[in-house]
């Protein structure tokens, strides 16, 4: 039986205690965009001592947690949250935008986040993702069920990263994650053909696996590149203000 949110947050208010000040679940859970079979569980557990939250008598909550697809919850004290401000900027700013309180006080409202460190950020992840998925291609190249997983696994992040684009253009509302390549795409113009094919080998469609994912992963590649370069000229063109 699954591990839920609340039951790890109850185990662990007990064994912390006064140590948890809040418990905060973000992301896509946090909103009707969640899919039971693909989705996970984020978690942002904010305690008076990070040091005091890591123990052998808790480990085996975060195991079973891990165990379940989970990612580790974040751990961290008010005054950390502050200070990483500037250096996790579209971070914060999504679980600001999507989050809900399981437990104690919403401290998200401390974050303050400043707009040439959102910018910078956005381009820095948009160039790292783009390395390492053509890093991780150059062992998989025409393999073909591994070139689908990688452009499967890999879009959900381009995707997060798209949204975070269309949010330093001012669009609102962000549309649903199935929806951000096209809108952005209409905004910025690029070919987000790449991204749609990349939703239906998810889904699993007959023609999409059928067809050559070599030659989708260069148009998917080409379309990040074109993104990249809006991203370039964007933040650019704001810094000459």
Known sequence: MAYTPDQIVGDLSKAWGG????????????T?????????????????????????ATAGYFRKWSAGGNPTPLVMTADFMRRSADVFPIEWLDIHERHKVLYGKDLTGCVRVGGANYRLELERELKANLLRLQGKYRIVAGRTSAVQELITMSS????????????????????????TAKVLAHRIGFDAS???????????????????????????IRAIVAVISKAEKTNRRIKSR
Request: proline fraction near 5%; charged fraction near 25%; glycine fraction near 6%.
């Open 19 to 30: 140590n948890l000040l809040s418990a905060i679940l973000y992301g896509s859970a946090a």
């Open 32 to 56: 009707e965009e969640f899919d039971h079979k693909r989705s996970d569980f984020n978690l942002l557990l904010i305690v008076r001592d990070s040091v005091k939250a890591g123990s052998p």
């Open 156 to 179: 959900s992040t381009f995707l997060a990263l798209f949204r975070s684009f269309l949010r330093l253009l001012g669009v609102k509302p962000l549309p649903a994650r199935g929806e």
């Open 194 to 220: 790449a991204f749609t094919y990349a939703a239906r080998l998810r889904r699993g469609e007959r023609d999409a696996l059928k067809a050559d994912p070599d030659l989708w992963m260069g148009r998917y």
